[in-house]
Nanobody, 129 residues
């Protein structure tokens, strides 16, 4: 599978952006998808995850880091084989390069010991006035 992350840009504090992680070559529904970010000089941080699809009516359960809970929302656009990260009320500390990654485990939940078999190339988010 190949992942393509997009949607980053420059936004003022309090603004919103929506990132996309589009897959080609395989179906994302059967795998958890993780969103990470890495700011300059900082370690990579997982900010959100959506589990594999549970059934036709459930796009998967979600988890968030404490730093983004209540502001970020991860979802699937299953018609486009894409996972979305909606980011609201952005803060300067959200500035980072954001990456998506597909879980290596088929039918996966979001969990701390996940491994990944494909990464998007990263999309840069800058929050500044």
């Amino acid at each position: 599978v190949q992942l393509q992350a997009s949607g980053g840009g420059l936004v003022q504090p309090g603004g919103s952006l929506r990132l996309s992680c589009a897959a080609s070559g395989d179906d994302l529904d059967d795998y958890a998808v993780h969103w990470f970010r890495q700011a300059p000089g900082k370690e990579r941080e997982e900010v959100a995850c959506i589990s594999s699809v549970n059934d036709w009516t459930d796009d998967g359960s979600t988890t968030y880091s404490d730093s983004v809970t209540g502001r970020f929302s991860v979802s699937r656009d299953r018609s486009k084989n894409t996972v979305l990260l909606q980011m609201n009320n952005l803060k300067p500390e959200d500035t980072a390069v954001y990456y998506c990654a597909r879980d290596a485990l088929y039918d996966s939940n979001c969990r701390r010991d996940a491994t990944y078999d494909s990464w998007g190339q990263g999309t840069e988010v800058t929050v500044s006035s």
